[in-house]
């Protein structure tokens, strides 16, 4: 039962009448149909669709916490509470609160835990009061486990403010609701996903030996096709143009992360359209 404490979240409360009334519409997921014990991807978009923010949305008495790295919760919560208007709801962040990831087996009696719904074997994420419940693993055997199952980050995986949900995998993840209505820069993400014009997306990295560093362009016959994200060990994750790629394999030629050959394959979770991406990393 591996428990590891993520330092790097903290928690963002959204309480109050309003409170899902405001969410609603200004977040990607639908916080409405939110169950309890549920931990459900979400983000505030620009209103030119581009992430800003992104957390997990989970129910607490009177509303909602938002579980979001810790350098951004400041900046979410002020724009959160630009959006408030005159709805009754308070915003704050609430660091008393530790964070923690539980994968592979039982939920520590310590600590409340909701399910983390992006992906199956992902886990739980426990809140309690800092120190409340021991740990068995570090945050880095849990990046290893996400990067494992194709899970991305922002800040890791992808830059805020530059990268639109659909390149992120937040449509194959459960972090936008496509039929709930209007939200920050909902116009532009419904137009992407009913046109089909996702060129980028997240993939799945393999290495033959260690990982290069984040941020290492990916290339094929001399042409970019995207960067690196997070790595661990001889997996990561990187975002890349799926049209190229598709170009470069038909073509013969084998993607390079730097000087390393790298396979790359659609998550398992993924359904997205894209050529055929089990790629030899022979050569």
């Known amino acids: 039962m591996p428990v590891a404490l993520l330092p790097d979240r903290v928690l963002v409360t959204v309480v109050g009448p309003d409170a899902t009334t405001l969410l609603q519409g ?3 997921c639908n916080v409405e149909t939110l169950q309890p014990g ?3 991807l979400g983000a505030l978009l620009t209103p030119q ?3 800003l923010f992104d957390f997990l949305v ?7 916490r938002l579980d979001v790295q810790a350098d951004k919760a400041a900046d979410l919560a002020k724009r959160l509470t630009l959006y408030r208007l005159r709805a009754q709801a308070t915003i704050a962040a609430d660091p008393t609160v530790a964070v923690a990831a539980v994968w592979a087996g039982a939920v520590p009696p310590a600590a409340e835990a909701v399910a983390d719904s992006r992906a199956a074997d992902l886990g739980a994420r426990l809140y309690a009061a800092a120190g409340a419940f021991s740990t068995d693993a570090t945050e880095a055997d849990y990046n290893a486990h996400r990067i494992a199952l194709g899970v991305p980050e922002g800040g890791r995986d992808y830059t805020f403010g530059d990268a639109f949900p659909h ?3 937040m449509d194959q993840l459960g972090g936008v609701d496509f039929r709930k209505g209007c939200y920050v820069g909902q116009e532009v993400v419904s137009r992407m996903q009913h046109r089909g014009t996702a060129r980028t997306r997240i993939l799945a990295a393999a290495y033959p030996d260690t990982a290069p560093q984040p941020g ?3 290339t094929a016959g001399g042409k970019g096709l995207g960067t690196t994200g997070s790595a661990a060990g001889t997996r990561g994750l990187a975002l890349v ?3 190229r790629l598709g170009d470069a394999l038909a073509a013969g030629e084998t993607p390079r992360a730097g000087e390393r050959p790298v396979t790359l394959e659609r998550p398992a979770y993924a ?5 055929d991406v089990a790629t030899s990393a022979a050569g």
Do not use: H
């Not at 989970?58 to 909602?64: E, L, Q, T």
């Not at 359904?271 to 050529?275: D, E, G, I, S, V």
């Open 241 to 243: 143009r799926i049209d």
């Open 49 to 51: 669709g581009k992430i």
């Open 26 to 28: 200004v977040l990607t």
């Open 216 to 218: 290492t362009e990916i």
């Open 58 to 64: 989970s129910r607490i008495p009177d509303g909602f």
């Open 38 to 40: 549920e931990a459900r």
């Open 271 to 275: 359904t997205f359209a894209m050529p």
């Open 167 to 169: 390149e992120a995998l």
